[in-house]
């Protein structure tokens, strides 16, 4: 599943933009908090656009991958309706690409699938908006 290949974050911007996807898919995800806390112990103090380096600890790395796990998990608790609405959720932040695919039920919005990749060093330099369409044609 592509979220599994999601690579590690940098930078706090990064993460956060990470920690963010995490969060949305919170209440299917169990022990999400629990999990998280140590990802984000980096984020204390930091401003939002703050691109300092993390310095990664076996902890934290661990809990960085046990995110990426769940949140692959959480897809397989939905399966495809017919008649449900479609969307798909896009984030381009500047070193990758990142989607979701969700479902409108009465329960609200249900993830089915997620999609990831690593932008090359010219796709790096193309509007937010650019990065996220191109990445989803393919180009």
């Not at 959720?89 to 990749?117: E, I, M, N, R, Y």
């Amino acid at each position: 599943m592509a979220i599994t290949n999601f690579p590690k974050p940098e930078t706090v911007k990064e993460l956060r933009r990470f920690l963010t996807i995490c969060n949305f898919y919170r209440r299917f995800i169990p022990h999400a908090a629990r999990i998280q806390a140590v990802l984000n112990n980096y984020l204390k103090g930091a401003k939002k656009n703050d691109r300092t380096p993390i310095l990664w600890a076996e902890e934290s790395a661990a809990a960085f991958e046990k995110c990426k796990k769940d949140l692959a998990e959480a897809t397989v608790l939905y399966h495809p309706s017919a008649d449900a609405s479609l969307a798909i959720v896009v984030d381009a932040p500047d070193t990758a690409v990142g989607a979701a695919l969700h479902q409108q039920t009465s329960k609200g919005w249900q993830p089915l699938a997620f999609f990831s990749k690593t932008l090359s060093p010219a796709q790096r330099k193309y509007s937010a908006y650019d990065r996220a369409a191109g990445s989803l044609h393919g180009h």
